[in-house]
């Protein structure tokens, strides 16, 4: 980096330069994972343009500083993001870099996504106590407790486990860690983002993976797990399985409209297979009016994905599938959906989430979303 992190919104307003040609202030939250992931971001500029000059600025969000409320308590959309947009907004920043799935659907009129990096693993993963002897979350004992503050994550398992309890776990990923691992710790297990703990090299502590491969009642462990079904009347073959949060696993760089050099130097780092396959699950979302705190899930697979991150012009247009739900926040109702489409094109990705979520709601997923807004409603009175 050209310049130590600034660590609070006074020493960005300090440390931003006055802007030049070649300078480029990137903001992020200052989590250790963010800067690890914002590190990607400027590696990949530093190598499309050796001569940039790049200085990165952190700072904490409102969902940083309130490390105690469940994240579904919060009514603001934009809780990782409002305070580093302020500074983006008024110059003292050129872009952030943002985990997409903390990116409001709707942003403020004068920012956009300036490009979405190639995704990591945007599966969920369990991660269980060393200390126990458990594999899987249809091994757990009735009454263990699960650790996540994700209303997506615990309406997913209270639909199949209604046997297990939850219990909000908030902070960075060592800070949970930890609290897991503690002798005297009240969790049996806790679910995370599979790609957090990639890039935090922590991937060895994933128990196995949870994703929408649902091959028999029992969880199988390790890559493609699924979630057991218990006492739903439905069969397996016929059920999605588990389902991750829209644009869980990208990266995303929101800067301003109409700036044209960062846009410039943007344009050819942008994974075209991700950001096709994160718009129409962003799509999904927003015909959906949901956020962080309605459990809506997802997943987007490529057919025949050969990980690239473009597409041939000699090949038919490739095939995208989308996977999604949205479950009440106890698990009784649910709805779900999987559609595939060819597309090319962003405003083809666009239409496809609509699509999708139509179905949704022509199956009933309006008076669930409209309950979760109610009871909402009521607490916050």
């Given amino acids: 980096m050209a310049s130590a992190a600034a660590e609070e919104e006074g020493d960005v307003q300090k440390s931003a330069s006055a802007p030049t040609s070649n300078l480029v202030n990137i903001g992020s939250r200052k989590s250790r994972l963010a800067v690890i992931q914002t590190e990607l971001v400027h590696k990949a500029l530093r190598e499309a343009w050796p001569d940039l000059e790049i200085e990165l600025h952190t700072m904490r969000t409102a969902g940083d500083k309130d490390k105690v409320t469940p994240l579904h308590s919060f009514n603001a959309k934009s809780l990782w993001t409002e305070e580093l947009e302020a500074l983006l907004l008024d110059g003292r920043l050129d872009l952030i870099v943002h985990s997409l799935k903390d990116i409001p659907t709707q942003l403020p009129p004068s920012l956009r996504i300036g490009a979405i990096f190639p995704r990591e693993d945007p599966r969920d993963a369990l991660v269980m106590k060393p200390s126990l002897p458990y594999t899987s979350l249809f091994s757990l004992p009735p009454g263990s407790i699960v650790g996540t503050s994700s209303v997506r994550r615990t309406a997913q398992i209270s639909r199949r486990y209604p046997h297990l309890r939850f219990e909000n776990v908030r902070g960075n990923i060592d800070t949970r860690l930890a609290k897991l691992d503690a002798a005297d710790g009240r969790y049996a297990c806790l679910v995370l983002a599979a790609a957090g703990l990639k890039r935090l090299d922590l991937g060895h502590r994933i128990t196995h993976f949870l994703d929408s491969r649902m091959k028999e009642r029992n969880e199988g462990a ?160």
């Fill in 222 to 381: 390790g890559e493609g797990g699924g979630v057991a079904v218990q006492g739903t009347g439905t069969g397996v073959d016929r059920e999605i399985g588990w389902l991750h949060a829209v644009g869980q696993g990208a990266l995303a760089v929101e800067i301003r409209q109409g700036d044209h050099r960062i846009e410039n130097l943007l344009k050819d780092l942008a994974c075209k297979k991700t950001t096709l396959a994160c718009l129409s699950e962003r799509s999904l979302m927003r015909t959906l009016e949901g956020g962080c705190s309605v459990p809506i899930g997802v997943e987007t697979e490529w057919a025949d994905d050969d990980h690239s991150s473009s597409f041939s012009s000699s090949s038919p247009p490739p095939l995208l599938t989308m996977r999604a739900s949205v479950t009440s926040t106890d698990g009784a109702s649910f709805v779900e959906s999987c559609q595939s489409v060819r597309m090319t094109t962003e405003v083809e990705a666009d239409e496809f989430g609509r699509t999708v979520a139509k179905e949704l709601i022509d199956k009933g997923a309006g008076p669930i979303l409209q309950q979760i807004l109610l009871n909402r409603d009521i607490v916050d009175a």
